[in-house]
């Protein structure tokens, strides 16, 4: 993975009116691995350090504590030589607007230093700010309802961002249980035969395929060994309310 071009990214965030977003964006950051942060003149000047902004990072706070805030979208775009407007508002004039799956694809294959540049909550990006880039991203959505949380759209550039430099690999959450073998499954298969016999399912004199077609039931469900307890458990149960009964 070419991390060179992940830490050459910077996500620039304008006009913030709510502190939780700001803390939400850096949370959205660094799930996906970019740390470069730049507020242009966010309504609070702490905002960095607000409780709110602290809360809704949920750990980030390292990128929060690398963010800079500067007063205008030149500052905060030096040193960048390919900055991406996302912008909502048709305009008849600006640069071209692309998919960001699409153009992100083709931008991970160049050397730029990337930005990607986010309007305020309400107004989104002034003209001006979309002139200053390359590219207008425009996020897919639903034609008749197209308003995205700042942060949810931080997140979903983000992680597009991450895929076209080459993702991450799925990091498995749970243990894959031991399959049940050859014996274990004879062994599931006898028992249930003698309880659907004591149960009077099956006849020995006539068991026909049924034993045979079991057996391929579970050999389709590739259960585990814990799964053969369960159910060995479960014939035990039967033959043991039968006696009962």
């Given at each position: 993975m070419p991390e060179s071009l992940a830490d050459a990214t910077r996500f620039v965030l304008i006009g913030t009116s709510h502190?939780?977003?700001?803390?939400?964006?850096?949370?959205?950051?660094?799930?996906?691995?970019?740390?470069?942060?730049?507020?242009?003149?966010?309504?609070?000047?702490?905002?960095?350090?607000?409780d709110e902004t602290l809360a809704l990072a949920s750990g980030a706070t390292d990128v929060l504590a690398a963010a800079r805030v500067v007063p205008t979208l030149a500052e905060a775009l030096e040193g960048i030589s390919h900055a991406c407007a996302t912008a909502m508002t048709p305009r008849d004039f600006g640069p071209p607007t692309r998919a960001p799956r699409e153009h992100l694809a083709t931008l991970a294959a160049g050397a730029h230093r990337v930005a990607f540049v986010f309007g305020a909550e309400r107004t989104g990006m002034d003209n001006d700010d979309v002139y200053r880039c390359h590219t207008c991203l425009s996020i897919p959505t639903h034609p008749d309802y197209g308003s995205l949380n700042l942060a949810q759209a931080v997140q979903l550039i983000a992680y597009d961002w991450r895929q076209a430099l080459g993702g991450y690999a799925v990091m498995p959450r749970t243990t894959d249980a031991a399959l049940a073998d050859g014996a274990a499954i004879a062994g599931l298969l006898a028992h249930w035969q003698a309880t659907l016999e004591a149960v009077g399912f099956l006849d020995p004199a006539a068991p026909k395929k049924l034993m045979p077609r079991l057996n391929q039931l579970l050999n389709r469900a590739a259960i585990t060994q814990d799964e053969v307890h369960i159910l060995r458990g479960i014939a035990r149960a039967v033959a043991s309310r039968r006696q009962q009964d």
């Open positions: 502190a939780g977003n700001v803390g939400a964006a850096a949370r959205a950051m660094k799930v996906m691995g970019f740390a470069d942060l730049v507020l242009v003149r966010p309504r609070f000047a702490d905002v960095l350090v607000r």
